[in-house]
């Protein structure tokens, strides 16, 4: 399957943006969804999860409460709302698939990657 993100962009600090991640087949419902980011210098780092149906989400200790990720399977699209933006959230975005049924926060589980929309919070 092929992932497109968009939705990056410039915005201040307390700001939002909401990222979308859309699937190139029908099947988005097969698999478990992840954002990850990466900041210049940086690994790439967990940042929300969502399962198959939607019903099951994880965050990053570091977004909880101000990120929101959901799915539209009818749709093929993931989202990422996210709110009260801060500097530290600057960082290129990557939406990911994962073919298993776990939730999971680790990178290496995901089996495909989108190419990245970039994200930048000012001061």
């Known amino acids: 399957v092929q992932l497109q993100a968009s939705g990056g962009g410039l915005v201040q600090a307390g700001g939002s943006l909401r990222l979308s991640c859309t699937a190139s087949?029908?099947?988005?419902?097969?698999?478990?969804m992840g954002w990850f980011r990466q900041a210049p210098g940086k690994e790439r780092e967990f940042v929300a999860a969502?399962?198959?149906?939607?019903?099951?989400?994880n965050y990053a200790d570091s977004v909880k409460g101000r990120f929101t990720i959901s799915r539209d399977n009818a749709k093929n699209t993931m989202y990422l709302q996210m709110n009260s933006l801060k500097p530290e959230d600057t960082a290129v975005y990557y939406c990911?698939?994962?073919?298993?049924?776990?939730?999971?926060?680790?990178?290496?589980?995901?089996?495909?990657w989108g190419q990245g929309t970039q994200v930048t919070v000012s001061s």
């Open positions: 990911a698939a994962d073919l298993n049924v776990v939730v999971t926060t680790r990178p290496g589980e995901y089996d495909y």
């Open positions: 087949e029908r099947t988005l419902y097969n698999y478990v």
């Open positions: 969502i399962s198959r149906s939607g019903i099951m989400t």
